[in-house]
């Protein structure tokens, strides 16, 4: 039922122009070259425009996807255009040329599925091959890393660039224009995310670990306001945002604001160099230890030799309570409530690692993992019995070592 209605919501989100603004044809020498629907004689690049390639790109899922290249030689850095709705290449060419040379980058801009000249038939799954074969083109066709990559998403082409964004962790940045959160939030106001819902860039938002430019208009009819706010506020590394005021869904290139902003985002990404991107990105890409495998597969961990009940063997996790019988550490599954009147029974950590007691609402802990659990008559704290630890008497705040009973303690207090 749920990919059914995926599929219904997706032809309702798709509007390829019809028909296409351009058409590809291959020349005397064998390249491909761009000619306007409406005049098939006349280019739309100019004709001696050495800097463009025109491509065909095969996605794994059988498509064949056109995407222009712009190259700029003062650039240091790649742009990766994805389009919104309702456009294609033929449409965005004069913007490409604009963005490649006020912001100094190479430009690489694609069709989705069914847009354009692209065969197939558009889809958020096609959309999600076509950034990644376009992205494979980049790495060995042009030499381009995800170090000097920036993803540009407009409208619904923040699905596909969040969707790879996601997937890289050394990205240089992202730019999200116009973005949505999920496809069914554009149309009506859910708080939660169904599983029928198409492009959930608020679940993958949380995912990128580059800076994020956010750029919205205020008086946007198409997408609201409050969908680019939304990401800004949940990305991990968000950058300044720019919100147009009085900005539409289709118009902030025409904002002097617009390219502005951009282009100080731009030279501040040039200037962030790979060994200081390395160390923000370095402590999320450690391998975790042996010991914290064990935790994750419950399969896999060991179990206790007397009693036959699973054990947990990582370091992290030793605070956990221990077996009723045999006194070793014992799974979450394992763990019973401890005695509300000698604490001397290791406790459930499922609401929190000192559980209160639904009756007397008093802190408790196990005695044998040598944390502080707290009396039940005179709130003080206390050590284990069995262990012999010093407290802190709450009337001389001296420390004292634990007798072996509670009468002693409370006696040597009381002195």
């Known amino acids: 039922m749920g990919c059914m209605v995926s599929q219904l919501a997706a032809k309702f989100a798709f509007f390829p122009p019809s028909p296409p603004t351009y058409q590809i044809k291959k020349r005397d020498d064998g390249k491909l070259t761009v000619v306007s629907s409406s005049s098939p004689s006349m280019p739309i690049p100019l004709a001696d425009d050495n800097s463009l390639d025109v491509l065909l790109i095969d996605t794994k899922r059988g498509n064949k996807i056109v995407a222009f290249y712009l190259r700029n030689p003062c650039a240091r850095l790649t742009l990766l255009y994805s389009h919104g709705n309702a456009a294609d290449l033929g449409q965005l060419y004069d913007l490409f040329v604009q963005l490649k040379v006020n912001l100094r980058v190479n430009l690489m801009g694609y069709d989705y599925s069914g847009y354009g000249a692209s065969t197939g038939k558009p889809s958020e799954s096609n959309t999600y091959a076509d ?110 945002p720019l919100w147009i005021k009085g900005g539409g869904h289709c118009n902030l290139e025409l904002y002097p604001d617009y390219i502005r902003h951009l282009c100080r985002f731009i030279q501040e990404m040039e200037n962030i160099t790979t060994e200081i991107r390395l160390k923000k990105i370095r402590p999320s890409l450690r391998r975790p230890s042996v010991s914290n495998r064990w935790c994750r ?69 196990c005695l044998k993992c040598s944390r502080l659990s707290c009396c039940l008559k005179c709130l003080r704290p206390s050590c284990c019995l069995k262990c012999s630890r010093p407290s802190c008497c709450l009337k001389c705040f001296s420390w004292q070592c634990c007798l072996g009973t509670r009468s002693g303690l409370n006696g040597k207090e009381d002195g």
């Open 131 to 240: 950034i990644e074969a376009v992205y494979q083109c980049l790495e060995t066709e042009y030499g381009v890393s995800q170090e000097d990559l920036i993803l540009y998403g407009q409208s619904v082409g923040s699905g596909p660039t969040l969707h790879l964004a996601a997937k890289l962790p050394r990205l240089r940045g992202v730019v999200l224009h116009s973005a949505i959160l999920s496809g069914l939030r554009v149309v009506c106001h859910v708080k939660f995310t169904f599983c029928f819902d198409i492009y959930k860039n608020i679940n993958k938002i949380k995912k990128v670990k580059c800076p994020v430019l956010v750029i919205h208009g205020t008086e946007d009819d198409v997408v609201n306001w409050l969908h680019g706010n939304g990401l800004w506020k949940m990305a991990r590394e968000p950058y300044e």
């Open 297 to 365: 597969i419950k399969i896999c961990r060991p179990k206790c030799p007397d009693c036959s009940r699973p054990s947990c063997t990582c370091i992290k996790c030793s605070w956990r309570p221990k077996c009723l019988e045999c006194g070793k550490p014992s799974c979450l599954e394992c763990c019973k409530p401890s005695c509300p009147e000698c604490c001397w029974r290791p406790s459930c950590i499922k609401c929190c690692w000192r559980p209160k007691w639904p009756k007397c609402l008093r802190l408790s802990c």
